[in-house]
């Protein structure tokens, strides 16, 4: 009796609600779920129909790329100095992006990208240099520390959490960020290291990162955890193409001079130079008639062998080409850097005074002892704001509550340390703090 009740039930297709006499066969799925031939055919037809429409493209904008000339003025508003490598800079983004937003890639000859490496001491403008290209370009912009990066599997951070950083500075929009760029700071901290115990333990934080980073300076897909950290196979991860997402590299290179110099005079002993400081034609590709010492670095002669000395595994001196140095800034170019650019930190202080409604003028003289200070402690442009931080400290715990203020004058005295500033009223009267200033040595 059972039987002959189960071989009497009737199953309706989920979908049409056709039956089985009204079709020819039923799929069966989980939960009484069943689907006839007839609406398989009509979900494939719709499959391939939006295989045939051709994906768009999100965050990808088409506009116009601005010249090499262009950009280089606009990070003149930015950046003090550095003219060649402004000019290197310049080009190599330009054809990257020409490359990139022109869909070059359709062509018969394929154009590899062009990453670019920096080298100059801490405060030369490194990264103030990455982070303006990405403003001129309106594109997304993440900067990584390279000393955080360890080998996969290792305590520390992977390669992809570098692009997890690009994928967030896009709001997620994966094509906006294959657009972007890279900055990787510190990179001469993940050098080859060297040493008695080389053979027997692993490099997991030089060449280990080196060999890591290969894979996504140099283009590929790359499978990044959505929520950082470690990857495990038991998680979906975003898949982002890096062949078009532009990556700098900086670092102060400590020892790369001294390297340059050694084989300058190796170059020139053999050839039979006379020692009087004159570059050989192999320095660089420069001709001997320069006088490399006469020249605040050496860094201008570098040769690709010169970073294999210094620690860098051959494929990643090749996947950056475009090296470009920065020289440390003098006492002339940091005063330039108090006042000239958009964002100068002059400007920044003073329009937060006038936020009290109070002017904020510093003399001539204060910013040349400003900018000796700064060389003094071997920052560069980033020990100008701690030297002015720490002079106006006092002058801005007080000023809120003090009334009558318009106008605090700083002085070369007061950079130094050995007074307060001037403090007038709307009628020019001199207006005492309840403390005295003293600035912390």
Do not use: C, H, M
């Given at each position: 009796m059972p039987n002959s009740r189960a071989s009497s039930r009737v199953y309706l297709c989920s979908f049409c609600r056709k039956g089985e006499t009204e079709t020819n066969r039923l799929v069966a799925g989980p939960g009484r779920v069943f689907i006839c031939y007839e609406c398989i055919g009509a979900c494939k037809q719709v499959?391939?129909?939006?295989?045939?429409?051709a994906p768009r493209q999100v965050g990808i904008r088409q506009r116009k790329l601005p010249v090499p000339r262009e950009i280089s003025g606009c990070l003149n508003s930015y950046v003090i100095g550095q003219e060649r490598a402004k000019k290197i800079i310049s080009v190599a983004v330009y054809n990257h992006y020409k490359r990139t937003w022109n869909g070059s890639q359709q062509s018969e000859v394929e154009i590899q990208k062009t990453n670019i490496l920096l080298m100059g001491p801490t405060g030369s403008g490194k990264t103030l240099l990455a982070q303006t290209?990405?403003?001129?370009?309106?594109?997304?912009?993440?900067?990584?520390?390279?000393?955080?990066?360890?080998?996969?599997?290792?305590v520390g951070e992977d390669v992809e959490n570098i692009l997890l950083r690009l994928i967030q500075a896009a709001d997620w929009d994966i094509a906006k960020a294959e657009q972007g760029i890279v900055y990787i700071d510190e990179i001469d901290k993940i050098a080859r290291k060297e040493g008695p115990n080389r053979s027997i333990t692993r490099d997991v934080s030089g060449e280990g990162v080196q060999q890591e980073l290969l894979k996504i300076v140099e283009g590929c897909l790359a499978n990044v955890p959505p929520q950082g950290g470690r990857k495990h196979p038991y998680q979906e991860f975003l898949q982002i193409k890096t062949h078009n997402i532009l990556f700098i590299c900086g670092g102060a290179f400590e020892g790369l001079e001294s390297i340059i110099e050694r084989r300058i005079t190796r170059s020139s002993s053999s050839l039979g130079f006379k020692s009087n400081g004159s570059a050989p034609p192999q320095a660089g590709g420069r001709g001997g008639s320069v006088s490399y010492r006469k020249t605040s670095s050496v860094l201008p002669y570098l040769i690709p062998d010169d970073l294999l000395e210094y620690g860098f595994i051959p494929e990643m001196v090749g996947r950056l080409p475009v090296m470009a140095h920065l020289d440390a800034l003098d006492e002339l170019a940091l005063i330039r850097v108090l006042t000239e650019p958009k964002n100068a930190i002059v400007k920044q202080y003073q329009r937060l005074f006038s936020m009290d409604n109070v002017e904020l003028v510093f003399t001539p003289k204060s910013l040349e002892v400003a900018a000796s200070e700064a060389i003094k402690r071997k920052m560069g442009a980033r020990g100008l704001r701690s030297v002015i931080e720490e002079t106006l400290l006092d002058v801005m715990y007080e000023l809120p509550s003090l009334k009558g203020v318009q106008r605090c004058i700083v002085d070369a005295d007061t950079i130094k340390g050995q007074g307060p500033p001037a403090l007038l009223s709307a009628s020019g009267q001199s207006i005492e703090l309840p403390v005295e200033i003293k600035r912390l040595a």
């Open positions: 499959i391939d129909q939006n295989k045939s429409v290209l990405a403003k001129i370009l309106d594109v997304p912009f993440a900067i990584a520390d390279a000393t955080s990066l360890t080998e996969s599997g290792y």
